[in-house]
């Protein structure tokens, strides 16, 4: 039983390491790289999607959190 539970936290953890992953890669940066020399001149009109960064922020916040506390019960619970 105990073995199963740690598999399952094990997998669990690996997915939230891929979400993590996901959600930095997805934020822009400080000069926005890349992005910014392809829209070019469209933030002018239409400005940056500054929700986007700010919900990608609070999400990466959040997963990092339980992804850290996760690691943290898996070492102590072995």
Sequence with gaps: MVD???IVLT???VLLAIALIAAVILQSGRSA???GAITGG???FFGKKKGLDELLGKVTIAVATVFGALCLALVIWR
């Design 42 to 44: 469209a933030e002018t």
């Design 33 to 35: 790289g890349l992005s």
């Design 11 to 13: 997998v669990v953890q």
């Design 4 to 6: 199963a539970l740690r």
